[in-house]
């Protein structure tokens, strides 16, 4: 009786191992599909299709395009060439390697990620995905006219608000010039707070 009692926990035993391993491969495949064919661990930093249409560029994608364990930008085509080619330029100049897939098992919101040759350690609150940029002027409780004006002229006043919260968008705004008032320019944020306003 004894035996049967433990062939039968070695069989149990040796079931919940075959469940434990496929599980874990499918979880594993999952995550690839979600990752455009990428181990989540392999993954430096990914981009959503709606952050790829915004103006102006992630610099955190820059900046993992920069990193030592890079090995390649993996980007889906089902984004827009106009939306993505910038970060294929980007890629192109720090010399790291690019492909676009098509696969139809890839589900999700991910267009574009940056991928390491191995498993990498991520620091605490280092999110995968890069957070929006409107996201970040929420967080930083900025008015939405802040993340519409990207890629526009600003005030002095705004321009140092910009650079002291949310420095590394700093570079998506341009300042507002002497010509540029001159010939009637102004600075959409201070029209949509009514002034030098932080909002």
Do not use: W
């Amino acid at each position: 009786m004894r035996t049967s009692v433990n062939n039968y926990n070695n069989e149990s035993d040796v079931m919940k191992f075959v469940e434990d391993v496929t599980d874990r491969a499918v979880n594993a495949q999952v995550e690839k599909n979600l990752f455009l064919g990428e181990y989540k661990e392999r993954i430096i930093k990914a981009l959503t299709f709606e952050e790829i249409k915004e103006k102006g560029i992630y610099y955190e994608i820059e900046k993992a395009l920069e990193n030592k364990d890079v090995n390649k930008m993996v980007i889906s085509r089902h984004a827009d060439f106009n939306d993505i080619k910038k970060y294929i330029e980007i890629a192109k100049q720090k010399r790291v390697p690019y492909k676009m897939i098509d696969n139809l098992v890839c589900v999700g919101q991910i267009a574009l990620v940056v991928v390491a040759k191995d498993a990498i350690v991520h620091e605490a609150g280092d999110e995968i995905v890069v957070t929006s940029k409107l996201e970040k002027c929420h967080l930083k409780h900025l008015p939405d006219i802040y993340f519409e004006a990207m890629e526009n002229a600003v005030c002095d006043f705004h321009l140092d608000i910009i650079k002291k919260e949310m420095p590394e968008y700093a570079k998506n705004y341009k300042e507002l010039t002497f010509m540029d008032k001159l010939f009637g320019s102004k600075c959409p944020i201070c029209q949509k707070l009514g002034g030098k306003k932080r909002g």
